[in-house]
């Protein structure tokens, strides 16, 4: 039996699988777990062959969000903001890693849950995925963007009604407003995550870091600023793009293309 709370699976080609490993306890957020996934998120940064992570849940859950448990117990406390301390916020991490992220999302997301799906740049989902928003009903603000994140993603009036009443959304209709890119069979959702993995690691490793910077950071501003954002790194990047570096990248999207 693995006793660690968050096992590591790491694939030559350039992925990383990180599974949320508490699975008796939905894979609530104690502190331990987060401290390691936080740790695990920023080793994986550091190296160089991992380029794009997977994250999902162990057993029927991808994570029931923070474990009330051990803050009831007075074991933990909320301390800055929900999430605790920075070297120890998952969510912060993730936003530290330069790469794609895959959320693998296999079962409910509650919460803090949800917002670590919310954290991933990507969103699969099995039929047995459901979200729900529990901060109202618990007393607890959120501290990893769900009141920001979720009304940007399926506008201000679906997120209202998610926050507001705590209700659960399940996977169908979340792909339908549009937090959840598709929802996949169980048996395969790994699968799909890994071949999607796939398709991001043919990229070129440095577009695949700057273009998501410019997706995101550009996201976060009003359209005229993300667009002049653009303009200027566009500038920038493609100052040092050779016309035999484009041609020969040509080739291998045509052949690709053809196969």
């Given amino acids: 039996m693995n006793d660690a709370l968050v096992l590591t699976e790491i694939d030559p080609a350039g992925c990383a699988l990180l599974t949320l490993n508490r699975p008796a306890a939905l894979n609530a957020l104690s502190r331990a777990l987060m401290a390691q996934l936080a ?32 803050l009831g117990s007075g074991q933990a406390a909320l301390g800055g903001g929900e999430h605790g301390v920075a070297p120890r916020d998952p969510v912060a991490a ?54 920001q994140k979720l009304s940007r993603a399926i506008g201000i009036y679906r997120a209202r009604e998610l926050s507001l009443t705590g209700n659960w959304v399940g996977a169908e209709q979340a792909a339908a407003w549009g937090f959840v890119n598709r929802v996949v069979p169980a048996e395969h959702l790994l699968d799909e995550a890994r071949r999607m993995a796939g398709d991001m690691l043919s990229c070129l490793p440095e577009m695949l870091v700057r ?11 009003p359209f005229g600023e993300g667009m002049q954002l ?28 053809r196969s």
Wanted: charged content about 25%; overall charge negative; proline content about 3%.
């Fill in 94 to 147: 993730l936003q530290r890693f330069s790469g794609p992220v895959i959320g693998a999302i296999n079962g409910a997301a509650v919460t803090g849950g949800f917002e670590l799906a919310l954290a991933c740049d990507v969103l699969l989902a099995s039929p047995a995925a459901r979200f729900a928003d529990t901060h109202a009903r618990i007393g607890v603000a959120p501290g990893w963007g769900l009141s």
């Fill in 211 to 221: 273009y998501k910077a410019i997706i995101d950071d550009g996201f976060a501003l």
């Fill in 39 to 70: 740790v695990a998120i920023d080793t994986l940064e550091a190296d160089p062959a991992v380029r794009v992570l997977i994250l999902t849940g162990a057993g029927k859950a991808f994570c029931a969000g923070l474990d009330l448990k051990e």
């Fill in 230 to 257: 653009e303009k200027a790194r566009s500038r920038e990047f493609n100052a040092d793009v050779g016309a035999e570096a484009i041609e020969a990248r040509r080739e291998a999207v045509r052949a690709r293309n």
